[in-house]
Structure formats: structure tokens, C-alpha cells
């Protein structure tokens, strides 16, 4: 995930338990064992092992199949290049692309599900987002052989053997910070495993020596795009692990090579459908019913959603796509599952990369079949002339303290509070006090704890004595002294560093795009002949309103779904509905002002509204809602994972006829 880019990654979760902790950041452990190792009836081996033209191989060295069906020409030069063609001369069947990760810290046996469950023929990975790349950060300042994803190798151990049988390439970001040293070990591990594969990667994203960044700079790294890894695919490499590379390359990188689309000529088309594809990837079950706003009506369908199943899907050579997963698994693909993973953390109609930017209003989506849902009508314009650049530098300590108010006098407990912290706070201030006040108590409650509210108390500051004991023990001493019923849900720390992230934009020169391919080349990968800078697109027209008639108050999730994400310090809400009667009324009523008024914490921030008929859907950005990005931990939902539902769950007038 972006989050990224991207990006997919919840706050609270996500490293090996070996990896420095951040604030508000716990790790999951990467031990866990695979649920299960049969394969599904009826799993079968792609039928061709044939190589793309112009792969050589060491004799004697196996390797893993290429694009199968693909009828060449005898002589490449007797027929336009697919790329200077309107079609290609032949074609080569879909590529089906399939992803086992959408965070640090994913469902690790999804490697060995997405292998026996279906037909791969390439599955991607997607480890990285901004609070990873923080977390790497630190990882590497301990030791600068680490900065890289080592769950992603845990699951190489279990499951290397099983891709080379299958015939399945695997492209994964998890080289994180140090991509070289991760293509390393996956070589250490196949050799002592025995498995006979073909290990490349890509490099160049990290920028941070170039130096210039500004004090306390961790990380600095381009968003790269794919042509880097198609060229390793091109030389024969059955693993490709990179840094930071958009999340969409994983996808754009093997169409690229799989259908002969050579770097630096232009399907803005085909390759803006693969970035939506991608995008639609990226995230992993949060494209087949995870996080999904109607879930209660696929549980209500018969829908399992214990274990959604992860996604894959089939790419064309027109750039056209339909998103699936294997059969059998759980979860479900529909039109909704992809338009609210559509919308998850992007802005307006122009999704802009590396190597194309992509039109999102002009997508179609087309329920096929059965979890089968294909994505049309892409629209592709050159790219812009810069790379986005994320940087993560540590911004100071932050600690926390939640005290428990229950029972009655809950507004004058809290002051209370306040006022016997007030001298501590005076004394060695903070740069940031905020207070909040959750009133999760209920009146004549049947419970202790439905009878409690909380009172959070988070302080940030450049030294570690701020907001460390120096605060925590003027908190615990009001043990005996504090209102009735005094106590907090944990005993505070001495605190936590924090950390930062900004998103920069610099000239593409500055990165040193290189293709490492699996005999060593170090093949430099030129950028795009031609760059758009970015321009607002005009707003489209509204549909006619609704007539007027009879309304309801209800809420606005009784019509729509949402949802909601991070891009540094901003959130986007993304809202859909499923008819065009509601998309004629959704149009005219949730507007930045109605959005305001039901999201107060909006009030007076920037927001913008992005209108995409085709996906009857609104995007709204708003700005600064998050602070200083995710690892700051800036509010409550640090990441504006809840704040779609937060939405959904407030009261307007909605016309009776949508109810």
C-alpha cells in the first residue's frame, strides 16, 4: 500500500518481533506455520514453460515458464511492435497476476494459498507502505545488513520450491530499504534449498545519501515505476524483489513483459489499465470483501468471510482486466468490493505515476459472473516530469496516558483531571497536549465498563524527559487523590519515539533507475520520453436531481458505502452508490458543506470533492486531518481507517424511494 502509494497498512500491527518498535506500532510475530499444505481438487500446473524471445539461460540452469500460447513471428521485424501497433500481431493470453500481501504483516500462509489454490502465472507482494518504511528505517540504523521485509523470506522458506514447480515468477517490494540484500538471501536460500531459480532486483529508489533532506531524515525514497522489473523478467528472473517502486508496478512491470511492451514507448492505454488493476491488487482482501462497507449483506447472501480469499487478476493485452480470486476461497468479488478498493486512498480523476498517469474517470465495471468482475475503459496521458519522493524522519517522543471516568459527573471528573495536570504540563511543557474525552459510558448501565468513559491524555515533544516519567508520575500519584474511582487502562510508559512522513516531488534524473539482473548486469532503465505536467480535470456535469418527495431520516449507509484512507497527513473518503436514482440524489446532497456538517472534525480544514460518474461514486481529500502522517498518531484513527463508517453511520434526509 502507498499509503500508500499506497497501500495498504494498519496502525498497531505489522513487523517480525525482532523489528524496533514505534510509537503506537506493535509487531506480529513471522513464526506462524501454514494452516495447511494440501492442495485443492482439481489444481493444476500452467501447461507451456515456454520463455519470452530473447531470454538466454545458462545450460542446465531450470527456470520458470514465461507467457504460454504465444504465437511470435518468425522474424520479429517482419511485424509492427505491439507497442507502435493498434494491435499486436499475435496475441498472448491473459496474464493472470495474482497478490499475497497488502502489508507488513499480512496473512502469512496467503503465499502457499495463492500457489495451490488456482493458476498463476506471476504473484506479486506488497510489503511496503509509509509506517514500514519508518519501521525499516530504524531497522537498518541497527544493523545495515536489515531494511528489508524478512517475513517475505520466512514465506520463500516454506514455499520457493512450490512457486518453481508450479512455474509461478514472483515480484515482491519486500527488499524495502535494501533490495540488494534481500536478492541476497533469497540466493542463500535457494542454493541451500536446492531450488534451482533465477533472483534479480531493482534499485535506485533510495535517495537518502544524496543528503539535503533536512534533520533527522531516516528514509528517502522515490516511487520507481515497472520498466525495471520487466527488464529482469525479460533476462529470465523467477524472483524480483525491489524497494520502493509504486504499488502498481508490481503489476505494470510483469504486463510489461508478458505482452512485449518495450520501455519507453507509450500504451498510455493499456498501461493505465494495468496500473488500475494494480491498484485494485494492491491492497490484497480488501479487493474480495474485506473491509467492506455491505458486508452484512454478503453474510446475508451465504457469503463466508472468515478468510477472504486474496485477488489475482487477468490481464489483457488491450489493458483491459477482470479481478477474481481462486475458487473456493472465501470472500467475494462484486462490483462494490472493487470500486471501494478503487477509491481507497487516491484523489481525483488523474492517478498519476512513474511510467503513465491513469484516468479513474473513465473506468468501467462490469460484473462478468460470479466473483468475476472486468475493468474497462481506461484512459491513459504521459506521465508527469517529477517522482514523489517519501520521507521519513523521527519527529520526537510521544506518550499517552487513558484514564477511566465511570459512573456519574463524567464532564466534571474530567476537569478534574485537567486541573491537577495542569502544574506538571506548566512545569516542562509539551509541544503538542491534547486532550479527548470518549463518552463510551451508557446511563443505568448493566456493566462497570458500559458505565465508563475515557479520557485520553497524548503529549508529544522533542526529548524523551518531557513526556516521560516526569509527566507519568505526576499522573500515577493522583492515584489516591483523583476523582472517584480513579484508575487508568494501563500503566503509563516512559514514552516512545515517533515519526514523521512528507511527501516531496523531484526531478526524475535524480534517481538511478537500475535493473540488477539475475547474472549482474546492472541495467540502467531510462525514464519516459514524454511527461504531462499534472492539470485539474473540469468537473463533470451533475445528473438532474431527483425529484423532490417524501424523505427519512436515516443514515447515509442505509444507501451508500465508503471508504477511507491515509495519504500522509490527509484522509480520502471515498462514497459509492448502486443505482442511478441514488447517484442522482448522492450527487446534489453529500457536498463539501454537507460533509462538513456531518464530519465536524472537517470544519475547518480543506476539503475537495472529485465527482466519478462512471463508479456513481464522490472521493472527498481532506487535508491536514491526519497531522504529520500515521506514526505520529495524530488523532484517535490515526490512519482514517473508521472514518468512511464514521460517515455511514450519520443522519440526512434521504429520499424514501432509495430506502
Same mark, same amino acid.
Given at each position: 500500500?502507498?499509503?500508500?502509494?499506497?497501500?495498504?497498512?494498519?496502525?498497531?500491527?505489522?513487523?517480525?518481533?525482532?523489528?524496533?518498535?514505534?510509537?503506537?506500532?506493535?509487531?506480529?510475530?513471522?513464526?506462524?506455520?501454514?494452516?495447511?499444505?494440501?492442495?485443492?481438487?482439481?489444481? $493444476?500446473?500452467?501447461?507451456?514453460?515456454?520463455?519470452?524471445?530473447?531470454?538466454?539461460?545458462?545450460?542446465?540452469?531450470?527456470?520458470? %515458464?514465461?507467457?504460454?500460447?504465444?504465437?511470435?513471428?518468425?522474424?520479429?521485424?517482419?511485424?509492427?511492435?505491439?507497442?507502435?501497433?493498434?494491435?499486436?500481431?499475435?496475441?498472448?493470453?491473459?496474464?493472470?497476476?495474482?497478490?499475497?500481501?497488502?502489508?507488513?504483516?499480512?496473512?502469512?500462509?496467503?503465499?502457499?494459498?495463492?500457489?495451490?489454490?488456482?493458476?498463476?502465472?506471476?504473484?506479486?507482494?506488497?510489503?511496503?507502505?509509509?509506517?514500514?518504511?519508518?519501521?525499516?528505517?530504524?531497522?537498518?540504523?541497527?544493523?545495515?545488513?536489515?531494511?528489508?521485509?524478512?517475513?517475505?523470506?520466512?514465506?520463500?522458506?516454506?514455499?520457493?520450491?512450490?512457486?518453481?514447480?508450479?512455474?509461478?515468477?514472483?515480484?515482491?517490494?519486500?527488499?524495502?530499504?535494501?533490495?540488494?540484500?534481500?536478492?541476497? %538471501?533469497?540466493?542463500?536460500?535457494?542454493?541451500?534449498?536446492?531450488?534451482?531459480?533465477?533472483?534479480?532486483?531493482?534499485?535506485?529508489?533510495?535517495?537518502?545519501?544524496?543528503?539535503?533532506?533536512?534533520?533527522?531524515?531516516?528514509?528517502?525514497?522515490?516511487?520507481?515505476?515497472?520498466?525495471?522489473?520487466?527488464?529482469?523478467?525479460?533476462?529470465?528472473?523467477?524472483?524480483?524483489?525491489?524497494?520502493?517502486?509504486?504499488?502498481?508496478?508490481?503489476?505494470?512491470?510483469?504486463?510489461?513483459?508478458?505482452?512485449?511492451?518495450?520501455?519507453?514507448?507509450?500504451?498510455?492505454?493499456?498501461?493505465?489499465?494495468?496500473?488500475?488493476?494494480?491498484?485494485?491488487?494492491?491492497?490484497?482482501?480488501?479487493?474480495?470483501?474485506?473491509?467492506?462497507?455491505?458486508?452484512?449483506?454478503?453474510?446475508?447472501?451465504?457469503?463466508?468471510?472468515?478468510?477472504?480469499?486474496?485477488?489475482?487478476?487477468?490481464?489483457?493485452?488491450?489493458?483491459? %482486466?477482470?479481478?477474481?480470486?481462486?475458487?473456493?476461497?472465501?470472500?467475494?468479488?462484486?462490483?462494490?468490493?472493487?470500486?471501494?478498493?478503487?477509491?481507497?486512498?487516491?484523489?481525483?480523476?488523474?492517478?498519476?505515476?512513474?511510467?503513465?498517469?491513469?484516468?479513474?474517470?473513465?473506468?468501467?465495471?462490469?460484473?462478468?459472473?460470479?466473483?468475476?468482475?472486468?475493468?474497462?475503459?481506461?484512459?491513459?496521458?504521459?506521465?508527469?516530469?517529477?517522482?514523489?519522493?517519501?520521507?521519513?524522519?523521527?519527529?520526537?517522543?510521544?506518550?499517552?496516558?487513558?484514564?477511566?471516568?465511570?459512573?456519574?459527573?463524567?464532564?466534571?471528573?474530567?476537569?478534574?483531571?485537567?486541573?491537577?495536570?495542569?502544574?506538571?504540563?506548566?512545569?516542562?511543557?509539551?509541544?503538542?497536549? $491534547?486532550?479527548?474525552?470518549?463518552?463510551?459510558?451508557?446511563?443505568?448501565?448493566?456493566?462497570?465498563?458500559?458505565?465508563?468513559?475515557?479520557?485520553?491524555?497524548?503529549?508529544?515533544?522533542?526529548?524523551?524527559?518531557?513526556?516521560?516519567?516526569?509527566?507519568?508520575?505526576?499522573?500515577?500519584?493522583?492515584?489516591?487523590?483523583?476523582?472517584?474511582?480513579?484508575?487508568?487502562?494501563?500503566?503509563?510508559?516512559?514514552?516512545?519515539?515517533?515519526?514523521?512522513?512528507?511527501?516531496?516531488?523531484?526531478?526524475?534524473?535524480?534517481?538511478?533507475?537500475?535493473?540488477?539482473?539475475?547474472?549482474?548486469?546492472?541495467?540502467?532503465?531510462?525514464?519516459?520520453?514524454?511527461?504531462?505536467?499534472?492539470?485539474?480535470?473540469?468537473?463533470?456535469?451533475?445528473?438532474?436531481?431527483?425529484?423532490?418527495?417524501?424523505?427519512?431520516?436515516?443514515?447515509?449507509?442505509?444507501?451508500?458505502?465508503?471508504?477511507?484512507?491515509?495519504?500522509?497527513?490527509?484522509?480520502?473518503?471515498?462514497?459509492?452508490?448502486?443505482?442511478?436514482?441514488?447517484?442522482?440524489?448522492?450527487?446534489?446532497?453529500?457536498?463539501?458543506?454537507?460533509?462538513?456538517?456531518?464530519?465536524?472534525?472537517?470544519?475547518?480544514?480543506?476539503?475537495?470533492?472529485?465527482?466519478?460518474?462512471?463508479?456513481?461514486?464522490?472521493?472527498?481529500?481532506?487535508?491536514?486531518?491526519?497531522?504529520?502522517?500515521?506514526?505520529?498518531?495524530?488523532?484517535?484513527?490515526?490512519?482514517?481507517?473508521?472514518?468512511?463508517?464514521?460517515?455511514? $453511520?450519520?443522519?440526512?434526509?434521504?429520499?424514501?424511494?432509495?430506502?
Amino acid at each position: 500500500m502507498n499509503g500508500g502509494g499506497g497501500a495498504p497498512e494498519l496502525a498497531g500491527t505489522s513487523e517480525p518481533t525482532d523489528a524496533p518498535e514505534l510509537a503506537g506500532t506493535s509487531e506480529p510475530t513471522d513464526a506462524s506455520e501454514p494452516a495447511g499444505t494440501s492442495e485443492p481438487a482439481g489444481t $493444476s500446473e500452467p501447461a507451456s514453460t515456454s520463455e519470452p524471445t530473447g531470454t538466454s539461460e545458462p545450460a542446465g540452469t531450470a527456470h520458470f %515458464a514465461g507467457p504460454a500460447d504465444v504465437a511470435r513471428p518468425a522474424d520479429p521485424t517482419s511485424a509492427p511492435h505491439p507497442r507502435s501497433a493498434p494491435h499486436p500481431p499475435t496475441t498472448p493470453r491473459p496474464l493472470r497476476i495474482g497478490n499475497a500481501s497488502g502489508f507488513y504483516g499480512d496473512r502469512f500462509d496467503a503465499v502457499r494459498e495463492m500457489l495451490t489454490g488456482g493458476e498463476l502465472d506471476v504473484l506479486t507482494g506488497d510489503y511496503l507502505a509509509e509506517l514500514t518504511m519508518l519501521i525499516l528505517g530504524r531497522d537498518r540504523l541497527r544493523d545495515p545488513g536489515l531494511g528489508y521485509a524478512k517475513t517475505f523470506l520466512r514465506q520463500l522458506e516454506e514455499c520457493l520450491a512450490l512457486a518453481h514447480e508450479r512455474g509461478v515468477r514472483i515480484v515482491a517490494n519486500a527488499g524495502g530499504l535494501n533490495p540488494a540484500g534481500l536478492a541476497a %538471501a533469497v540466493r542463500d536460500l535457494a542454493e541451500r534449498s536446492g531450488v534451482p531459480v533465477r533472483v534479480a532486483h531493482v534499485e535506485g529508489d533510495d535517495l537518502l545519501a544524496r543528503g539535503g533532506w533536512g534533520e533527522g531524515v531516516l528514509t528517502a525514497n522515490a516511487y520507481l515505476g515497472g520498466d525495471g522489473i520487466a527488464a529482469c523478467l525479460r533476462a529470465g528472473a523467477d524472483i524480483v524483489v525491489t524497494g520502493r517502486v509504486t504499488d502498481a508496478a508490481l503489476v505494470t512491470g510483469p504486463a510489461a513483459w508478458w505482452f512485449g511492451w518495450e520501455p519507453q514507448e507509450a500504451p498510455y492505454g493499456q498501461l493505465a489499465g494495468a496500473v488500475v488493476a494494480g491498484h485494485v491488487l494492491e491492497c490484497g482482501t480488501q479487493a474480495t470483501g474485506g473491509n467492506y462497507a455491505f458486508f452484512t449483506e454478503a453474510l446475508a447472501a451465504g457469503r463466508d468471510l472468515r478468510r477472504p480469499g486474496f485477488p489475482l487478476a487477468e490481464i489483457h493485452a488491450d489493458g483491459s %482486466a477482470v479481478i477474481t480470486k481462486h475458487p473456493g476461497t472465501g470472500g467475494l468479488v462484486d462490483v462494490g468490493t472493487v470500486t471501494a478498493q478503487l477509491l481507497y486512498e487516491t484523489g481525483g480523476a488523474r492517478y498519476a505515476g512513474p511510467d503513465v498517469t491513469a484516468r479513474l474517470d473513465s473506468v468501467t465495471l462490469t460484473q462478468e459472473g460470479p466473483d468475476r468482475v472486468r475493468i474497462g475503459g481506461v484512459q491513459g496521458e504521459p506521465p508527469p516530469p517529477t517522482l514523489k519522493t517519501g520521507l521519513n524522519r523521527l519527529g520526537g517522543w510521544r506518550n499517552e496516558i487513558v484514564f477511566v471516568l465511570t459512573g456519574l459527573d463524567i464532564e466534571a471528573k474530567a476537569e478534574l483531571v485537567k486541573a491537577q495536570l495542569a502544574k506538571a504540563l506548566a512545569e516542562s511543557p509539551p509541544t503538542h497536549v $491534547s486532550w479527548e474525552l470518549s463518552r463510551t459510558d451508557r446511563s443505568d448501565a448493566g456493566t462497570e465498563e458500559a458505565a465508563s468513559a475515557l479520557l485520553r491524555l497524548v503529549v508529544r515533544a522533542p526529548e524523551q524527559e518531557t513526556v516521560g516519567r516526569r509527566l507519568t508520575g505526576a499522573a500515577v500519584e493522583l492515584g489516591l487523590a483523583g476523582y472517584p474511582g480513579f484508575h487508568l487502562t494501563a500503566p503509563p510508559g516512559k514514552g516512545s519515539p515517533y515519526g514523521v512522513f512528507e511527501a516531496r516531488h523531484v526531478e526524475r534524473d535524480i534517481a538511478d533507475h537500475t535493473a540488477v539482473l539475475p547474472d549482474g548486469t546492472r541495467l540502467a532503465v531510462a525514464g519516459p520520453l514524454r511527461t504531462v505536467e499534472l492539470a485539474p480535470v473540469p468537473e463533470p456535469l451533475l445528473p438532474e436531481a431527483l425529484p423532490a418527495g417524501p424523505v427519512r431520516w436515516a443514515p447515509l449507509g442505509a444507501v451508500a458505502g465508503a471508504r477511507s484512507g491515509d495519504k500522509g497527513g490527509d484522509a480520502n473518503i471515498g462514497v459509492w452508490v448502486r443505482s442511478d436514482a441514488a447517484w442522482r440524489w448522492l450527487a446534489h446532497a453529500v457536498t463539501v458543506d454537507a460533509l462538513r456538517e456531518l464530519l465536524p472534525e472537517t470544519a475547518e480544514l480543506t476539503v475537495t470533492r472529485h465527482l466519478f460518474p462512471r463508479l456513481r461514486a464522490v472521493n472527498f481529500v481532506v487535508e491536514g486531518l491526519l497531522g504529520e502522517g500515521v506514526a505520529a498518531r495524530h488523532r484517535f484513527d490515526p490512519q482514517a481507517k473508521g472514518l468512511g463508517e464514521w460517515l455511514r $453511520s450519520r443522519h440526512l434526509n434521504i429520499p424514501e424511494e432509495l430506502l
